[in-house]
Each structure stands twice: as structure tokens, then as C-alpha cells.
């Protein structure tokens, strides 16, 4: 009996101590549950504004995750982040190079972004200006881009100029901005806007594409007043004389590859991100100016790309040198004539009434049963030819009619056909009837019209053939 | 083009970017060295009638990926072109 008892103590004692342990357990977990909680709610407080009980982080969460991982590269950081957001970046220009240049500036945080064009959108921008979608044909090119771009990152604020920067308001647009990207498309403008940078210090990205090349610039950076040597050259430094007028090509005219000008934009974008994120965009005390280059793309060339060095400020500089003429307000009363320096092309007039037919006329030639009896050349590039041509015309490039590939005189060219009677009247024809003029002048200038042979062209050229002749023609 | 490629012994490279080719229809060539850069543009015009006037005169002219003055006499003296040399006509680009 004595055995089953203490058995039945060392039992009893054994649950007790187990009891108590239990006891204890579920202290512990009521604990652990309790700071839980209180983390949960401390977490919930933080994310309402006004509740925060600790982190006074300098940047919104969101924009956390949003930069994050271009923060945490090197060379940018929370310091070139908080950079970005302080800063204000004018674009000039809502195009080939602006929409993508201002696609990554806004996506990068940049704080304020300007935009200037006066343009509006249309069908022929679309394959390259990346902003800008088909159902936006029509509208204002800065609120095209700006629609994108807010949708892109609301956090920049976009400040719309919906006008071209001229003489008059450049002072007042790009006084407020941080740096500037030329985006523009004109010798002009680009005389215009490097000036108007130096006159008020502002460092200048400036790139530009043709065809299947470009060209990047970083100008006046670092950005001293003019007269200093240690500042970067200026596009006046680069460039001294601006091209001939009539030798200068538009994209409208020579042809653009999207992703060509879309390369340009990036690297503005990126030349911007480096130089604001690095606190480059006020030179800092007794700062040089570190060699600068010109980047070339040549889509086609091996290797596609190149990096000349550039000269510093030139001596005899007219903008950025003491001895240079160059004043604000010179600037803005509009005596210095950006158009008269860089040149004016009017169009070519230099054929008299009866050297010219109108494309309704022409149609009747065609069609009046004397159509063998004459020639009409086309004078267009031969790309443009093989687009589209009028039956029955041959192709003479007005390129290899230039220079030393000129023809020479008494010399019957090799595209005139054998059995064309000499007598038979010569048409030409381009795409706007300036070229044709010029070539008509030439062939006369060579004798042939000698056999009193009428040698004339298509008054306003193929876009006068749609209109009066053929509104099927593909325009392009 | 093949613009990598070492000009010939005795020849300097020329390349013509953009626009001017326009004036040349190629886009490289290879011309005899030594020449002084202040008969480039002569040479060239010889070459190409026109070409000094409407395209050289407002181009940035590098050699060895390096800018170069042009002297507006070209008798005078200035650097000369190397055999082996790589000059680049670079015109100014506006359009975008």
C-alpha cells in the first residue's frame, strides 16, 4: 500500500510541475502576442500622414521603390536622387529627339520638366516620336508628351510652353530651368538656344540626327560666364559659320530612322541624369573644364560609334569670350538676326511663266496622243522615285546631276533615249518643283534646245499632281 | 563603309560623315600623305567642285579624333597630315 502511494505522489507532483510549465508557456505566447500587435499598429500609424512616430525618410516610399534601382547604383545614390527631384530640366523641342530624351528624364524623377514646341502632332511624326500615338494627331505636341509623361511618373511636375523659343521669349523661359536639351531641328535655333545659355550660365545638352547618323554635344558645362576660359565651349565654339541655307536638310527632306533619333534622345537623357546627379549643374569654385568631345553614331559605319575631342572656348568666341558682342539685351530686342546669320531659303523662282506647265496640262499631253512623242524626267532622289512615279517617266537624280558630275556642254546625256526625235519636248518634274527649275536651267544651259525643243516643268511638282491630276497619288 | 580598315603606306584616311557625303557619294577615301591641313580643303575642292563653299568652310575638321584649325591662308604653316592619319569631315547636323 505504501508503494502505490508514493507512486501516486511522485504522479501528483510530476502534473503540478507541468501545469506550472504550461502556465508559463502561455505567458511567454501572450507576450510575444501582445508586441506583435503593437508592431502591426505602429506600422499601420506610420503609412498615415501626420502619424508618423519614427523614419523621416527624405523621399515619399513610393519613390523608394520607384528609383530604387537606379539608386543603388554608384553613381547616383540617394544623394544624386535627391538631386533629381531638386532639379528643373527644359527640353526645347517635343520631338524625334525630345519625346524619348523626355520619356527617361521624367521616368529618372527629375522635379520640374519644361517643355517647348509650338507644333502640333502629325501622322509622318509617329513612326519616331514616341510620345506622341495616332489618336493624338491634330493635338499640341507639349500636351501630347505631357499626357504621356504624367502618366508615366505624376510625381514630376511638367510645365507646358506651347510656342517656339524665339529672340523675344527665351530669356524668360530658360531663366527658370536648371540645364537645357536642344531637341530642335533647325540651324537657328540651335544658334539661338547655345547663346541664350551662355548669357545665363546654364549648362546645354545639344544633339541632333539625320538620316542614319547624330551627333551629341554637351556644351557650356561647366557653365562660367563668358569671358572665363575654364568654361565649356559653346555651339558658336563648335560651330563657328553655319552651314549654307540651301545645303541644309531636313528630316521632312533627307529621311530619319526612328530609332536613330531615338539613340540621340537617350544619350541626352542619360548626358542629363549623369551631370545633375553628380552636382554638376553650377560649377563649383575653381572648377576647369574637363575635355569635351562631340559623340558621332553613323548607323552604318564600322565602328557605329565616335568621340572627337573638342577644342575649349574659342579665343575670339562671339558669345562665350571676352572679346565676343554677344549681351542679353542684344539678344531679346531682336538685333541679332538668328534667320539673317544662318541664312534664308525662299523658294527657287527662277523659270519664267512659259518655261512652266500645270500638272493638268501636263495630263493633257499624256493623254492627247502625242505621248511619244516627248520625255518627262523625274528628277527625285531614287528612293523616292521607286515609291511612286508617273507611268512612264525615267529617273535622274537630281544628286548626280550636282558638282563635277555635272553634265558638260554639247554632250547628249546617256538617259535621253535614241529614238526620242530632238525636236520632242523635255518635262521635269520633282517632288515640290524647286529642283525641276534648277534642271531645266541646266539642260537649256547645255544646248538642248537647240532644235527648238520646249524644255519645261511641272509647276509645284508632284504635289500639284495630286491635287489637280491624281488624288490617289500616295504622298508621302 | 569600311572605315576601320588602315589607309594604304603613303595615304591618310579621310572619312565624310553625314551630310557630307552628299557631296562626295562615299562615305571614306584614301589621299596621299603628307598633306599640311591648310591644303586640305583645296585639295578636296579639286576633288569636288563646290565642296569648299557649301559644306567644308562651316565643318569641324578632326584629326585623329582630335580638332583641328584650319588657317584661313593656306600657305601657311600648320599641322600636316600623317601617312596613316585619320581625318574626319564633320559638318554640323541640325535637323532632329
Not at chain 1, 527662277?350 to 500645270?358: K, N, S, T, V, W
Not at chain 1, 499631253?365 to 528612293?383: F, Q, T
Not at chain 1, 516643268?457 to 500639284?464: M, S, V
Amino acid at each position: 500500500m505504501d508503494k502505490a502511494t508514493s507512486s501516486a505522489e511522485i504522479l501528483r507532483s510530476q502534473i503540478a510541475a507541468t501545469e506550472e510549465e504550461l502556465g508559463r508557456l502561455k505567458e511567454q505566447l501572450a507576450a510575444v502576442e501582445a508586441k506583435e500587435a503593437e508592431d502591426l499598429n505602429r506600422l499601420s500609424m506610420q503609412e498615415k500622414p501626420g502619424l508618423v512616430t519614427q523614419g523621416n525618410w527624405p523621399l515619399e516610399l513610393e519613390e523608394y521603390k520607384r528609383y530604387g534601382r537606379q539608386m543603388i547604383v554608384p553613381n547616383v545614390g540617394i544623394q544624386g536622387q535627391l538631386r533629381l527631384k531638386a532639379a528643373s530640366l527644359l527640353i526645347v523641342g517635343a520631338g524625334g529627339l525630345g519625346c524619348p530624351a523626355a520619356a527617361y528624364i521624367a521616368g529618372a524623377g527629375v522635379g520640374t520638366i519644361g517643355i517647348v514646341d509650338g507644333d502640333i502632332v502629325e501622322t509622318s511624326n509617329l513612326h519616331r516620336q514616341i510620345l506622341h500615338s495616332t489618336a493624338k494627331v491634330g493635338m499640341k505636341k507639349v500636351e501630347s508628351a505631357i499626357e504621356f509623361l504624367a502618366s508615366l511618373n505624376p510625381n514630376v511636375r511638367f510645365i507646358a510652353h506651347n510656342e517656339h523659343l524665339s529672340p523675344q521669349n527665351a530669356k524668360e523661359i530658360v531663366e527658370n530651368y536648371d540645364v537645357v536639351l536642344d531637341c530642335t531641328d533647325h540651324p537657328t535655333s540651335r544658334y539661338l538656344i547655345s547663346d541664350i545659355c551662355v548669357l545665363l550660365h546654364k549648362p546645354l545638352i545639344s544633339a541632333s540626327a539625320l538620316r542614319t547618323d547624330g551627333q551629341l554635344i554637351v556644351l557650356n558645362s561647366p557653365p562660367l560666364p563668358h569671358g572665363d576660359p575654364s568654361g565649356g565651349p559653346c555651339y558658336r565654339c563648335v560651330f563657328p559659320k553655319p552651314p549654307p541655307a540651301e545645303s541644309v536638310v531636313s528630316c521632312g527632306d533627307g529621311g530619319i530612322l526612328g530609332p536613330v533619333v531615338g539613340i540621340m534622345g537617350v544619350l541626352q537623357a542619360l548626358e542629363a541624369i549623369k551631370l545633375i546627379a553628380a552636382g554638376k549643374l553650377t560649377a563649383r569654385e575653381g572648377e576647369k573644364a574637363g575635355e569635351a568631345s562631340m559623340l558621332l553614331f553613323s548607323a552604318n559605319s564600322n565602328p557605329p560609334f565616335r568621340s572627337v575631342r573638342l577644342r575649349a572656348r574659342r579665343q575670339k568666341c562671339f558669345a562665350c569670350s571676352k572679346e565676343g558682342g554677344l549681351t542679353l539685351e542684344s539678344l531679346s530686342s531682336g538685333s541679332l538676326d538668328y534667320v539673317l546669320f544662318c541664312g534664308v531659303t525662299t523658294p527657287v523662282k527662277i523659270l519664267e511663266p512659259q518655261e512652266r506647265i500645270e500638272a493638268r496640262e501636263y495630263e493633257r499631253v499624256l493623254n492627247g496622243g502625242k505621248g511619244k512623242d516627248h520625255l518627262l524626267v523625274d528628277v527625285r532622289e531614287k528612293v523616292q522615285f521607286d515609291i511612286c512615279s508617273i507611268e512612264g517617266s525615267v529617273n535622274v537624280p537630281f544628286s548626280t546631276l550636282q558638282g563635277n558630275r555635272a553634265l558638260a556642254a554639247d554632250e547628249k546625256p546617256l538617259w535621253i533615249p535614241q529614238t526620242l526625235p530632238t525636236n520632242a519636248p523635255i518635262y521635269l518634274v520633282c517632288r515640290l518643283g524647286n529642283d525641276s527649275q534648277i534642271v531645266v536651267r541646266k539642260l537649256k544651259e547645255i544646248g538642248l534646245d537647240k532644235d527648238g525643243r520646249y524644255i519645261g516643268d511641272i509647276k509645284d511638282g508632284l504635289k500639284e499632281w495630286k491635287k489637280q491630276v491624281d488624288s490617289s497619288w500616295p504622298e508621302y | 563603309m569600311s572605315t576601320s580598315a588602315k589607309a594604304p603606306p603613303g595615304h591618310f584616311k579621310i572619312l565624310y560623315f553625314g551630310p557630307a557625303e552628299n557631296h562626295t557619294s562615299i562615305t571614306s577615301e584614301n589621299l596621299p600623305a603628307p598633306l599640311s591641313v591648310a591644303k586640305l580643303f583645296s585639295t578636296l575642292e579639286k576633288k569636288y567642285g563646290g565642296i569648299k563653299t557649301n559644306l567644308l568652310e562651316s565643318c569641324l575638321v578632326t584629326v585623329n579624333l582630335e580638332y583641328v584649325d584650319i588657317p584661313e591662308d593656306e600657305n601657311d604653316e600648320g599641322m600636316v597630315i600623317q601617312e596613316g592619319d585619320e581625318v574626319a569631315i564633320i559638318p554640323p547636323v541640325s535637323s532632329g
